[in-house]
């Protein structure tokens, strides 16, 4: 929101989302207790990075517990997540996606390490997959859950110029949107003007284009910096 309003854009939230903790946290206080277990903590997402320290809080572990544990993010914003707490990734992928993310785990952990992987309940099957088929000793948490409402915004829908998409999960409470307002067929055309709808990565597009709605606008780097930058060049073709 802040890169897009730096660019002079009005933003305004169609879905609010809010992060609810799963039953899995209770499994994560397990995990946190014997944490000197594990060789790698793995995030794929800034929320992910957010719920773990609140847990580490909450079970009062001491931050030189995590002395010899490396870290791994999906992502330059999970990357800035984890350094407010003090830690700098020791991996990150130079594509920002769960699969580069998974296989680059699986280039550098070692035989016999042990990786926790506290995560979105919706979180892409593709990162346990990669793992198990190169035999990772991975321990993958489903510790929130992410829900959408819609906002008073929702009924200028078909006024916007672009509508983005953050994640999958945005995607899905979106469509839930449209189901409950009666307006399961709605397409981007149907208004004035066109709208363009852009998603953060190709998983997120997925999502859309499952719903069957386009993805206009998919950025190489998977980011909201890149995202931004894929929709300004989007406009600026439209423009000319």
């Known amino acids: ?133 190169n035999r990772i000793d991975a321990e993958i948490l489903s510790i929130y859950d992410v829900r959408g409402a819609r906002t008073e915004n929702w009924k200028y829908l078909n006024n916007y110029d672009a509508i983005l998409f953050a994640s999958a999960s945005g995607v899905h409470a979106f469509a839930d949107c449209l189901a409950e307002t009666g307006q399961p067929d709605w397409n981007p055309a149907q208004g004035k003007k066109r709208i363009v709808l852009g998603t953060i990565g190709q998983v997120t597009a997925d999502a859309l284009i499952k719903c069957g709605l386009p993805a206009d606008v998919v950025p190489e780097q998977c980011d909201a910096e890149g995202l931004v930058r894929a929709l300004e060049k989007a406009f600026e073709m439209k423009k000319s």
């Not at 899995?24 to 397990?30: N, P, Q, R, V």
């Not at 572990?61 to 002395?67: K, N, P, T």
């Not at 769960?98 to 042990?114: F, Q, R, Y």
């Open 1 to 133: 929101r802040e890169m897009m309003e730096d660019k002079g854009a009005f933003v305004f939230p169609l879905c609010e989302m809010k992060v609810v903790r799963t039953d899995g946290t209770e499994k994560l206080l397990d995990e946190l207790s014997q944490i000197k277990k594990y060789d790698w903590i793995v995030f794929t997402s800034q929320n992910a990075v957010q719920l773990f320290f609140a847990e580490a809080d909450k079970k009062q572990i001491d931050r030189r517990e995590f002395a010899e544990v490396r870290f791994a993010v999906v992502g330059s914003g999970t990357k800035k997540a984890l350094e407010m707490y003090g830690f700098y990734a020791d991996y990150i992928p130079e594509q920002y996606t769960t699969e580069s993310l998974a296989n680059g785990i699986c280039a550098v952990v070692k035989s016999g390490e042990k990786v926790l992987i506290p995560r979105a309940k919706e979180g892409s099957p593709v990162l346990e997959q990669i793992l198990s088929a």
